[in-house]
């Protein structure tokens, strides 16, 4: 079952098990890659500067590494370390043949060029699908690392059981790496969805959320999708992660998407959580990209 039910009518749709069947899946590739062809995959990832949220997020990337049986590199550089430090470094890695997969954390601190430093990374090592090389394949249709967020949300809807082929999924938020990629995957061919991007110059985002059957929510802001904006029966996909101030946690803060899960658990009949949803997902499928580009490396 790839739902669980709560108090309102929504299913909730159980990011952390998806997460974990898919883990299961890429350990045994792992394992077999090391049998048949004595390769560890390798992930290098570069942490500029110590924001608490990118320390987090890189921890548990290198905790993933370990659990599925990659390698995991963590280069730290100082905040104020040279431009040209950097884009050394990831020329090193891009030649580095134990390395599949290379990661920079963003966001950059002030002062670096994160183009610059995006498009520094080998193509065939950027699992985070970042890249010009990348995106561009993702659109025509070629095969390429997809961006893990949005590839966490296809596949979650998947398993869902959610047929999304000639529906209307409405995305709000248009950043290069949510939501122009998700809207771009779920109106591919064999996906078929029918999208609306609607972004901060859409007048009135309610108006296309109403008849929406699907809504991915990645604006950023807490409260962003409300109940009284869904269609009954829709499903809802927060990728929102946002921090709220709360006196009762041990961190003083709590973690929220961009939904409001109450009002539009009322409405939907499936959403995802936060934390819980999204999230583990994307840490998953960059795992996925890690593996696929060591398969890709053995000639
Ligand atoms: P972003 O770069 O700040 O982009 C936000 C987008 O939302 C922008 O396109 C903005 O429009 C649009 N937007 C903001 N408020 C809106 C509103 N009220 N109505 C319509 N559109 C609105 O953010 P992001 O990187 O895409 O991330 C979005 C959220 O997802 C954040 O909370 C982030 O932390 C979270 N996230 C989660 C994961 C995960 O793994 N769970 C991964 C990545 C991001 P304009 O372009 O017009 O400014």
Same mark, same amino acid.
């Given at each position: 079952?790839?739902?669980?039910?709560?108090?309102?009518?929504?299913?909730?749709?159980?990011?952390?098990?998806? $997460?974990?069947?898919?883990?299961?899946?890429?350990?045994?590739?792992? $394992?077999?890659?090391?049998?048949?062809?004595?390769?560890?995959?390798?992930?290098?990832? =570069?942490?500029?500067?110590?924001?608490?949220?990118?320390?987090?997020?890189?921890?548990?990337?290198?905790?993933?590494?370990?659990?599925?049986?990659?390698?995991?590199?963590?280069?730290?550089?100082?905040?104020?370390?040279?431009?040209?430090?950097?884009?050394?470094? =990831?020329?090193?890695?891009?030649?580095?043949?134990?390395?599949?997969?290379?990661?920079?954390?963003?966001?950059?601190?002030?002062?670096?060029?994160?183009?610059?430093?995006?498009?520094?990374?080998?193509?065939?090592?950027?699992?985070?699908?970042?890249?010009?090389?990348?995106?561009?394949?993702?659109?025509?249709?070629?095969?390429?690392?997809?961006?893990?967020?949005?590839?966490?949300? +296809?596949?979650?809807?998947?398993?869902?059981?959610?047929?999304?082929?000639?529906?209307? $999924?409405?995305?709000?938020?248009?950043?290069?790496?949510?939501?122009?990629?998700?809207?771009?995957?779920?109106?591919?061919?064999?996906?078929?969805?029918?999208?609306?991007?609607?972004?901060?110059?859409?007048?009135?985002?309610?108006?296309?959320?109403?008849?929406?059957?699907?809504?991915?929510?990645?604006?950023?802001?807490?409260?962003?999708?409300?109940?009284?904006?869904?269609?009954?029966? $829709?499903?809802? =996909?927060?990728?929102?992660?946002?921090?709220?101030?709360?006196?009762?946690?041990?961190?003083?803060?709590?973690?929220?998407?961009?939904?409001?899960?109450?009002?539009?658990?009322?409405?939907?009949?499936? =959403?995802?959580?936060?934390?819980?949803? +999204?999230?583990?997902?994307?840490?998953?499928?960059?795992?996925?990209?890690?593996?696929?580009?060591?398969?890709?490396?053995?000639?």
């Amino acid at each position: 079952m790839s739902v669980t039910n709560n108090n309102s009518s929504a299913r909730v749709i159980d990011g952390k098990e998806l $997460a974990r069947r898919t883990r299961l899946e890429i350990a045994a590739g792992v $394992a077999a890659l090391k049998a048949e062809h004595g390769i560890v995959p390798g992930l290098a990832v =570069i942490l500029v500067g110590d924001n608490p949220a990118s320390v987090s997020y890189v921890t548990a990337k290198e905790k993933a590494c370990a659990e599925v049986g990659m390698l995991s590199r963590e280069i730290r550089m100082p905040a104020d370390v040279p431009e040209r430090a950097l884009l050394d470094e =990831i020329a090193r890695l891009n030649e580095d043949s134990a390395v599949h997969g290379i990661l920079v954390q963003l966001p950059l601190p002030k002062g670096f060029d994160e183009k610059r430093v995006i498009d520094a990374i080998s193509p065939e090592k950027d699992v985070d699908g970042f890249t010009p090389v990348n995106v561009g394949r993702m659109i025509i249709g070629e095969q390429c690392f997809l961006p893990c967020t949005p590839h966490g949300i +296809v596949k979650l809807i998947e398993f869902a059981g959610i047929d999304v082929r000639g529906r209307h $999924a409405v995305v709000i938020g248009r950043s290069n790496i949510v939501g122009k990629p998700v809207a771009a995957l779920l109106a591919r061919k064999g996906t078929d969805a029918t999208v609306t991007l609607c972004h901060t110059g859409t007048p009135d985002v309610a108006r296309f959320t109403r008849e929406a059957d699907v809504v991915v929510v990645a604006a950023g802001r807490p409260g962003t999708l409300t109940g009284d904006m869904l269609k009954p029966g $829709a499903v809802v =996909i927060d990728v929102g992660v946002n921090r709220v101030p709360d006196a009762t946690s041990p961190r003083g803060y709590r973690l929220v998407g961009d939904a409001d899960f109450a009002s539009c658990a009322d409405v939907a009949s499936a =959403i995802t959580p936060v934390p819980g949803g +999204v999230g583990p997902m994307t840490i998953t499928m960059l795992m996925w990209n890690t593996l696929s580009a060591a398969r890709r490396s053995v000639v």
